[in-house]
């Protein structure tokens, strides 16, 4: 692997609001060319990091250096980063055009230049001939589109984007998702991205920052991420998880594929098939163990013998140990 | 063709459909009429009892109204102070807006309210107290008197009205803009300003027709020194014949109705409504 160019440093930062609420302690780095998605539940403070990076809100303590120089203290329009929100990122009185060029004639970039710029990021985000409309004309999947050019016309150091897909429906989410990281692979930009869609983050991140109340689980790959759950937090919000207890206060783990239904030498326990739910290629389960249900994806072609009240033999294929604290034991 | 009916009418449009159409013709009666009314004693040449319509119509009072130099002279003040009213309002109650809309402060709601105080009370009793202050000021009969006067009259649109309407500016649409480069008062300057204009816009029309129609406060502290149309409306009541009152009423009402039909884009219930929320 290559040695990559830190782009983005967060240290030691702090942001707390009058309520409590906020992050604490957040240190992170992002690499030239990475894409890198914060997920958590609502109210995590994945926002407010990208709210401090993007200089709308500031810090209590800490430092944020993009390319070496520090941020932390500069307005957003004097920091080299370009934000797509959510919802209500263009400006309806203007055209899709002046929307566009709004920025690049603040920076008096010449006119010519300025029309040039913008055909060819309306040829990159496929959205040429709607220059002259006004954004309420355009369906919210445009509409988000010309957000992501405006911001990347600015030539940021690093793109961030506040949940842009989650106001459009499922089809379109899907649909931008890969045009966005079609865009961020031709322009190689560092992006961060915040999402409480798991499946969104898995599909874009390089790297994925799982936060929980205001501070950061877990970083790493998508796939990391959901083979080795380094709390129980992460366990249980990424992916499906089985939960029992085990001896001493632990709580063992286990993903739904690596419950095996076999009769092998040494079945890890036995349970009763309650509920079986053939779901196309493979077969939902419900399994009872004394108090506890378990849930179990098992292949269609196993699935056709099994019968509901039927005793079965369980093998864990693969289980995590955690403590009373929510740590990894094993 | 077939004049209709009350009863095919009754039948034709449904029940619920007739009632509507007469309580609306019964609506522009009231409307209406008075304005007809007034339109006949305006242009009335020649108006005698007990004739329903007029026996000659024409401009006579008109000219008798525009060669009394008393009265063009009230025209052109009333004109005058309507705009300086409208712009000195504007330039107070618009940044008092922004900063109800968009900032919090200790005393923000009992600032806010305060706004409503100078409509809380009996108008008269008001414009006494101000007159005893504005002698200690020696601000009776000046224009500042009358402006001020008329300013604080109006404060009350212009602070609601584009209150609400910079509220529904979206925060992330002004924060785009500082996000692509530019500053906080470009960034008013070029989105805040424009999409709040609407509301904004209606403010200053309820204002400037306000300006023009008072009549007790400029009367109370202007007179008689500062002398509008309705002030010497007052004095025509007592002292001109009855029909050059009606064509002063109606110079009035040509800015009021030229204002109400280029603004029409603007006035809306929803503009006027946002403006009285509380949030």
Redesign the interface.
């Given at each position: 692997m290559t040695e990559q160019n830190v782009k983005l440093r967060i240290s030691n930062m702090t942001k707390r609001y009058s309520n409590g609420d906020g992050v604490s302690n957040i240190d992170l780095e992002v690499k030239e060319g990475e894409i890198i998605t914060l997920l958590g539940p609502s109210g995590c403070g994945k926002s407010t990091i990208l709210r401090t990076i993007g200089g709308f809100i500031g810090v209590d303590q800490g430092e944020i250096l993009i390319d070496g120089h520090p941020v932390q203290d500069l307005p957003p329009e004097k920091r080299p980063t370009a934000m797509v929100f959510q919802s209500y990122n263009l400006w309806p009185h203007m055209t899709i055009y002046d929307n566009l060029a709004f920025g690049l004639q603040i920076k008096k970039v010449p006119k010519k230049e300025i029309a040039a710029r913008i055909d060819r990021m309306l040829q990159l985000v496929h959205m040429e001939g709607h220059e002259k409309k006004y954004p309420t004309q355009l369906s919210g999947g445009q509409q988000q589109r010309i957000a992501i050019a405006r911001a990347l016309l600015l030539e940021p150091s690093v793109l961030l984007l506040d949940e842009p897909f989650s106001a459009l429906d499922a089809k379109i989410r899907a649909q931008m998702r890969e045009e966005l990281k079609r865009i961020q692979q031709a322009l190689k930009i560092t992006v961060v991205f915040v999402t409480h869609d798991q499946e969104e983050a898995m599909a874009l991140s390089d790297r994925i920052v799982v936060m929980n109340k205001g501070a950061i689980e877990q970083i790493g790959g998508p796939t990391e991420i959901y083979d080795c759950p380094r709390t129980r937090y992460v366990a249980s919000f990424i992916g499906e998880m089985n939960f029992l207890p085990g001896e001493n206060g632990t709580e063992v783990a286990v993903r739904p594929e690596d419950i095996w239904l076999d009769d092998a030498l040494d079945p890890e326990m036995n349970a009763v098939i309650r509920t079986i739910m053939p779901l196309g290629h493979y077969t939902r389960v419900g399994l009872e163990v004394g108090d506890h249900f378990l849930r179990a994806y098992v292949p269609k072609t196993d699935a056709a013998s099994l019968r509901v009240d039927d005793n079965v033999a369980l093998t864990f294929h693969k289980k995590y140990v955690y403590d009373e604290n929510g740590g990894l034991l094993q | 063709m077939k004049i209709p009916t009350p009863r095919s009418l009754y039948y034709g449009l449904g029940k619920a459909n007739f009632i509507q159409y007469i309580i609306f013709a019964v609506f522009l009666l009231f409307f209406y009429l008075p304005l007809a009314n007034l339109m006949m004693l305006a242009f009335g040449n020649k108006y005698e009892m007990p004739a329903v319509v007029p026996q000659e119509f024409g401009f006579k009072w008109w000219q008798f109204v525009l060669e009394q130099n008393s009265l063009i002279s009230a025209i052109i003040t009333s004109f005058v102070l309507a705009v300086i009213v409208t712009l000195v309002s504007l330039l107070i109650c618009v940044p008092a807006a922004y900063a109800l809309a968009r900032f919090d402060f200790p005393g923000k709601s009992i600032f806010q309210f305060s706004f409503l105080f100078s409509n809380a009370f009996p108008k008269m009793g008001l414009y006494i107290a101000i007159a005893i202050v504005y002698y200690k000021l020696n601000l009776m009969g000046t224009w500042l008197g009358v402006i001020l006067l008329h300013v604080i009259n109006t404060m009350m649109f212009m602070t609601w009205i584009p209150m609400g309407a910079f509220r529904s500016v979206?925060?992330?649409?002004e924060?785009?803009?500082?996000?692509?480069?530019?500053?906080p008062f470009?960034t008013f300057m070029?989105?805040t300003f424009?999409?709040a204009l609407p509301g904004i816009t209606v403010a200053s029309i309820f204002t400037f027709l306000a300006s023009i129609e008072e009549a007790q406060g400029t009367l109370m502290v202007g007179f008689p020194d500062i002398k509008t149309v309705p002030v010497e409306l007052y004095g025509i009541i007592m002292q001109y014949p009855t029909t050059a009152g009606p064509v002063l009423s109606f110079i009035l009402l040509i800015p009021a109705l030229l204002i109400l039909i280029l603004g029409r884009k603007y006035i809306s219930v929803d503009s006027i409504s946002k403006g009285y929320n509380m949030h």
């Open positions: - | 979206h925060r992330q649409q924060e785009s803009a500082r996000d692509v480069g530019a500053g470009l070029k989105i424009p999409l």
